[in-house]
């Protein structure tokens, strides 16, 4: 017997999410903040480490965690939060809730490669309604869309991953009232939120139908693996039975509640790629045969001649970045370069200054 006489078809036409290897490369292919944890709080890290207790399982509802949080972002009270590790495990909490049998989960495309997958992992149908050629959604075309599929849950990445821009708030405001009036649920995907400062936090209370997510992975805790689910009560209770027990471990959770009661430090570093993302974009525009498209995230999208050419020449100068051309006709001979440091960003110039 063949593994693939049981698998389920869909699953077998999956290649799996593929992960480059970078080993001795500027790595500038996934959005991690490119900067270690503050040098001046290292040790006071390592010594809340050094107290959590790895013979017991970690707190289960991670309590200490949540209230450091709800501290660090503001959290309104009225709303609840719902740990994964990573927002891919929220996404994947929401998609196993909502996939009853013909379920259909919507997004935009291009957008967040983990919301198709995962619409596959779950048995729900995954529809994709593209983008205008400048990345801003089409409102008709999504309401349209939620007429026609009855969605029961739509994710928007906002500001969107990978074209870096913030869509329109009342197309989403548009698109949150139709959903709500064909029962379906909506997420807003903040994971770049530390960069865009733009958020649906205050909006929630004003819809049935809306909750948010939210990752420190892009503040400088990616290998913590954390993410969050933002929203109200009832929700947050029915997704809550499908997180496995203690999904959180100790770890995470000491480091993470660390880092949540000196978030200025990890907002200055923000501030910081932030400031470089200004430099990058500006520093690139004057290059001759490159488009650079606006990004309120910690990267930019790039429009090139030949982005195979030029992924290649960046490869041999020992720099790692995005190539997504061939995953949407939208982003053909586009790149995705994560903000790096200024000397990272520097090597990135110049690199990209040379005739391939
Ligand atoms: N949402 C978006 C829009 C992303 O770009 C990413 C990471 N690339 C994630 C969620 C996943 O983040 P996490 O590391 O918390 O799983």
Same mark, same amino acid.
């Given at each position: 017997?063949?593994?693939?006489?049981?698998?389920?078809? &869909?699953?077998?036409?999956?290649?799996?999410?593929?992960?480059?290897?970078?080993?001795?490369?500027?790595?500038?292919?996934?959005?991690?903040?490119?900067?270690?944890?503050?040098?001046?709080?290292?040790?006071?890290?390592?010594?809340?480490?050094?107290?959590?207790?790895?013979?017991?399982?970690?707190?289960?509802?991670?309590?200490?965690?949540?209230?450091?949080? $709800?501290?660090?972002?503001?959290?309104?009270?009225?709303?609840?939060?719902?740990?994964?590790?990573?927002?891919? &495990?929220?996404?994947?909490?929401?998609?196993?809730?909502?996939?009853?049998?013909?379920?259909?989960? +919507?997004?935009?495309e291009p957008a967040f490669v983990m919301f198709k997958m995962i619409a596959t992992f779950c048995g729900l149908k995954y529809v994709g309604v593209p983008l205008k050629p400048d990345f801003e959604i089409d409102v008709e075309a999504m309401l349209a869309a939620i007429a026609r599929e009855k969605p029961a849950v739509i994710?928007?990445?906002?500001?969107?991953?990978?074209?870096?821009?913030?869509?329109?708030?009342?197309?989403?405001?548009?698109?949150?009232?139709?959903?709500?009036?064909?029962?379906?649920?909506?997420?807003?995907?903040?994971?770049?939120?530390?960069?865009?400062?733009?958020?649906?936090?205050?909006?929630?209370?004003?819809?049935?139908?809306?909750?948010?997510?939210?990752?420190?992975?892009?503040?400088?805790?990616?290998?913590?693996?954390?993410?969050?689910?933002?929203?109200?009560?009832?929700?947050?209770? &029915?997704?809550?039975? +499908?997180?496995?027990?203690?999904?959180?471990?100790?770890?995470?959770?000491?480091?993470?509640?660390?880092?949540?009661?000196?978030?200025?430090?990890?907002?200055?570093?923000?501030?910081?790629?932030?400031?470089?993302?200004?430099?990058?974009?500006?520093?690139? $525009?004057?290059?001759?045969?490159?488009?650079?498209?606006?990004?309120?995230?910690?990267?930019?999208?790039?429009?090139?001649?030949?982005?195979?050419?030029?992924?290649?020449?960046?490869?041999?100068?020992?720099?790692?970045?995005?190539?997504?051309?061939?995953?949407?006709?939208?982003?053909?001979?586009?790149?995705?370069?994560?903000?790096?440091?200024?000397?990272?960003?520097?090597?990135?110039?110049?690199? +990209?200054? &040379?005739?391939?």
């Amino acid at each position: 017997m063949k593994p693939n006489d049981i698998i389920r078809a &869909e699953i077998s036409a999956l290649s799996a999410y593929h992960v480059q290897p970078s080993a001795g490369f500027i790595k500038l292919d996934a959005m991690e903040n490119p900067y270690d944890f503050p040098a001046h709080l290292q040790d006071a890290l390592l010594a809340r480490l050094s107290k959590a207790s790895l013979n017991r399982y970690p707190s289960a509802d991670a309590t200490e965690l949540k209230t450091a949080i $709800r501290d660090a972002m503001n959290i309104p009270a009225e709303l609840d939060i719902l740990f994964g590790n990573g927002s891919d &495990e929220i996404i994947q909490i929401i998609a196993m809730a909502l996939a009853k049998p013909g379920a259909t989960l +919507l997004s935009v495309e291009p957008a967040f490669v983990m919301f198709k997958m995962i619409a596959t992992f779950c048995g729900l149908k995954y529809v994709g309604v593209p983008l205008k050629p400048d990345f801003e959604i089409d409102v008709e075309a999504m309401l349209a869309a939620i007429a026609r599929e009855k969605p029961a849950v739509i994710f928007i990445a906002y500001p969107n991953n990978p074209t870096g821009n913030l869509f329109a708030r009342g197309a989403i405001k548009r698109i949150i009232t139709a959903c709500e009036k064909n029962n379906g649920l909506v997420v807003i995907d903040e994971a770049y939120f530390a960069f865009s400062h733009e958020s649906f936090l205050h909006d929630i209370a004003k819809y049935p139908n809306v909750v948010l997510m939210r990752t420190v992975s892009k503040l400088g805790l990616a290998g913590a693996r954390l993410g969050m689910l933002i929203g109200p009560r009832n929700w947050l209770q &029915e997704f809550d039975k +499908l997180r496995l027990p203690y999904n959180i471990n100790i770890l995470t959770q000491a480091a993470a509640t660390f880092a949540m009661e000196h978030y200025d430090a990890l907002l200055d570093q923000a501030t910081l790629i932030t400031a470089e993302r200004t430099r990058l974009a500006l520093s690139l $525009r004057t290059i001759p045969g490159i488009k650079v498209f606006p990004s309120q995230a910690n990267f930019l999208l790039i429009r090139v001649t030949d982005a195979s050419r030029v992924f290649s020449a960046l490869l041999s100068r020992k720099i790692l970045v995005k190539n997504p051309s061939a995953s949407h006709a939208l982003l053909a001979n586009t790149l995705r370069l994560t903000i790096g440091t200024s000397t990272e960003n520097d090597a990135m110039i110049s690199a +990209l200054c &040379e005739p391939v």
